[in-house]
């Protein structure tokens, strides 16, 4: 089935997560995932609370990965409308036999490896308890057994190796219950097709729905009939946006989304990129957002995120904001190293 938006969207451009501590969570994904927080910002709907930002060296598009700061919320619960979990890739096996190590070595209980699919992966939980894949192309000579043994050994993990970097988000599982129902919605709002179904090794009732361009599925729906209703809340992922190259693009996809009468929230412009909102069939929130002009467009790149910054129209807001946040801090206090929950046994099970 071709439809307008068919070729517009090729990648993840960043992932939204809900946490409780900037300290906690910039000390997790800056010291322990080796990531570069790229920009501190506010909420711009909600301007009393932080907006945090963290992807490679140059916040690459498909590398961030950014957080709400809401310590007032109750922990959420996986389900529709509050997806599973998001994976980063990683080089390749070595480097995520290293990260095993290294996660380990700081406190953090690791599960796997587990083959998936295509991939290697391990999962964990980040302080707030949001569950983390690292994911390696399987190299086809590799068996369980062998890559069980391979993970036993003893490895030297004293710090983040060069080859360990995280860069790319590899995908994100939301849920969803109706495949039919996903895969019309999905080509025809964002064009993209679904190019792979896999067993889910974790969980008989459920496969695995891959959507994306050629040979990379970076929306990886878990589909089980059975799944319920979820709730964002801490730990959870709010939302997950997609890139598309130019504002014409976007016009495009908010077009189309009108002519099949799917509600949105219009084009909304973030400074650092443009946004549109809107849900799945299944609750979920997506966001379309451009590639420009990036994180660059209001600090230099080497000093990127090492200061508040806020869009200019918030500018005038500058000192309420500053001492709300600090007010934030004060009532909520947070302590390093947190105590962080294991990640499950059969990670990509769906209750
Ligand atoms: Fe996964
Ligand atoms: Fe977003």
């Known amino acids: 089935m071709s439809t307008i938006a068919e070729g517009l969207v090729k990648s993840l451009h960043h992932i939204t997560l809900v946490t409780t501590s900037e300290p906690v969570n910039r000390r997790f994904y800056t010291e322990v995932l080796g990531l570069r927080r790229v920009k501190l910002s506010v909420n711009q709907d ?15 598009s498909g590398s961030v990965i950014t957080f709400f700061e809401w310590p007032h919320l109750v922990s959420g619960h996986v389900g529709l409308g509050a997806p599973h979990h998001i994976a980063y890739s990683v080089k390749d096996i070595e480097a995520l036999q290293k990260w095993a190590a290294w996660l380990r070595g ?11 699919g295509d991939r290697v992966s391990i999962y964990f939980r980040d302080p707030d308890g949001s569950l983390l894949e690292l994911a390696s192309k399987l190299d086809e000579r590799i068996d369980i057994a062998a890559l069980r043994e391979m993970f036993a050994e003893e490895v030297e993990a004293g710090k983040i190796t060069q080859n360990m970097r995280l860069s790319l988000m590899d995908h994100a599982s939301p849920l969803a219950t109706d495949a039919a129902k996903l895969e019309r919605f999905l080509s ?10 896999r067993e889910n090794p974790h969980d008989r009732q459920a496969v695995i729905l891959g959507f994306g361009d050629e040979d990379h599925d970076f929306l990886r729906y878990i589909l089980k009939p059975s799944i319920r209703i979820g709730f964002v809340g801490i730990g959870s992922i709010h939302h997950i946006a997609v890139k598309v190259e130019s504002d014409e693009d976007q016009k495009k996809i908010m077009q189309t989304l009108d ?12 400074f650092w990129f443009k946004s549109l909102y ?14 420009g002009p990036g994180y660059a467009v209001d600090e230099a790149p080497e000093s990127l995120g090492s200061r508040l910054v806020l869009p200019p129209w918030l500018e005038s807001e500058r000192r309420r904001i500053e001492e709300a946040l ?17 990640a499950p046994e059969k990670p990509e099970q769906v209750e």
């Not at 700081?106 to 998936?116: A, F, L, T, Y």
């Open 46 to 60: 909600d301007f009393f609370h932080r907006h945090l930002f963290y992807g490679d060296e140059n916040g690459s």
């Open 106 to 116: 700081n406190g953090i209980q690791v599960s796997g490896p587990h083959i998936m």
């Open 188 to 197: 025809k709002t964002l064009g993209l097709r679904r190019i792979a179904r």
């Open 259 to 270: 002519s099949i009468g799917i509600r949105h929230s219009g084009i909304i412009d973030r």
């Open 278 to 291: 809107f849900r799945d069939p299944f609750g979920n929130l997506l966001e379309v957002a451009t590639a």
């Open 326 to 342: 600090r007010l934030l801090d004060e009532q909520y206090p947070t302590r390093w190293p947190p105590i962080y929950r294991p």
